[in-house]
């Protein structure tokens, strides 16, 4: 088996909000431009996300919410949903 060094950690930056229910991080999109101030691309006019923790799964309209540019921990392990609905 051959595992690259860099494999298990992602140091890509995403877009994330936090849940209105249970606080946890919810990745939605990821953030080209690579942690830098310029954000090229405009805020989706309507952003309707659900909660990736299992035990919440709270769906929400997080349009107004504050975005936040995270990079993922290794111990969450968790993959970003395709939850973005624009419209
Ligand atoms: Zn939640």
New binding site residues.
Partial sequence: MKISRWSKTDTRWYLAVR??????H?FFALDHGDGDEDRNSPPPEKLVLT???AS???RADYTSAAIMRLQKQPALGTAPRGTVRAG
């Fill in positions: 849940c209105v229910k249970c606080e946890s919810i909660c990736t923790l919440c799964g709270l």
